[in-house]
């Protein structure tokens, strides 16, 4: 975004003479200027009211404003920014994200498996701006936190506003599957994908994960199942949302890789071990090149007018100079 003026020769040439009348007034003031003695012949001068040089400087300071201001005006203040235009559509993603209580664990370089996939699904929604991405949590049960946008402020807003145990200690993968393929079976985006994060095993909702995950293919959706972390005693550090206790220690991770294996499987989909922070990305890198939309863009110049602002300030110097000059005048009288 930049600033610019429509005339700007009218705006150069108004500063010339504002400059011109400036100096021209100060060389000629002493000049031309009569000087009359007041007061009797002997006794003490005539000395004006005291502050009133600070008076009349005060009025000619907001008039000389007033006026240049409204010389900006006349010159067309514009501000001009670029607006990016899809001309085609990008991919439908929704991403089911487990947020139960082992997501605090700190395996990821000393960061937890939560912050870390939330850090990449805003490092892939920045770099895809065509694809509309959609927000699925997983808990004891499964909740749409956001449909498939564009929109990404929602989309980091509402992840920000996201915490680990929200939706209790459980993990509903069925329904975290079956909620992404409700809200992609109506969708003519040229890739429809619904990308799982989790680390655990089903053991919660009344659906069964292959299941749903079998409904994906029916409706030419794709399937990615991210395994996040390792198995193994890994510290844990989290705060509930409920009951706001701070819970940390060591929790023995019991990752299965082959439970969320067989769900990729059964949705025809692929499974991506991610047991490292390292790998977690190279897994996101992956799905990235696999979903890659080609978009055709155009770059619109926004040109949008800002005179209203200079004018609106300048009636106001105006006005309050008036307003000293009939009214504050009488004090010094």
Not at 252 to 267: C, H, M, V, W, Y
Not at 275 to 299: D, K, M, N, S, Y
């Amino acid at each position: 975004m930049s600033l610019g003026f429509e005339y700007p020769c009218l705006l150069m040439g108004t500063a010339l003479a504002l400059l011109v009348c400036a100096v021209g007034s100060r060389f000629f003031r002493d000049r031309y200027r009569v000087r009359i003695p007041l007061g009797p012949p002997g006794g003490v001068p005539f000395q004006p009211p005291q502050g009133l040089r600070w008076f009349t400087r005060l009025l000619r300071g907001l008039e000389c404003v007033g006026i240049s201001l409204l010389f900006i005006a006349a010159a067309g203040p514009v501000r001009i920014s670029t607006e990016t235009v899809w001309l085609n559509r990008g991919a439908d993603i929704i991403f089911v994200v487990d947020v139960s209580p082992s997501m605090a664990a700190r395996d990821m370089e000393n960061q937890n498996r939560f912050d870390t996939a939330r850090e990449l699904i805003r490092a892939f929604a920045l770099s895809r701006p065509a694809d509309a991405l959609g927000l699925v949590a997983v808990g004891n049960d499964a909740a749409l936190l956001l449909p498939p946008t564009i929109d990404r402020r929602s989309l980091f807003a509402r992840l920000e506003t996201l915490h680990i145990g929200e939706l209790g200690d459980g993990t509903a993968l069925g329904m975290g599957l079956a909620l992404g393929a409700l809200h992609l079976k109506d969708s003519a985006a040229p890739r429809k994908s619904v990308i799982l994060i989790t680390d655990g095993e089903n053991n919660a909702g009344n659906l069964h994960p292959e299941t749903a995950a079998a409904l994906l293919p029916e409706q030419a959706v794709s399937l990615w199942v991210i395994g996040v972390g390792s198995g193994g005693e890994v510290p844990i550090d989290y705060v509930d949302p409920f009951t706001k206790v701070r819970r940390s220690g060591a929790f023995d991770s019991r990752f299965d890789p082959e439970t969320l294996k067989a769900i990729a499987q059964k949705g025809e989909g692929v499974y991506i071990g991610a047991p490292t922070a390292a790998a977690f990305t190279q897994a996101f890198t992956r799905i990235h090149e696999a979903e890659l939309v080609i978009g055709r863009q155009e770059t619109h110049l926004k040109v949008q007018g800002q005179e209203k602002y200079p004018i609106i300030v300048a009636l106001g110097c105006l006005g309050l100079g008036g307003l000293i000059r009939r009214y504050g005048g009488r004090s010094w009288v």
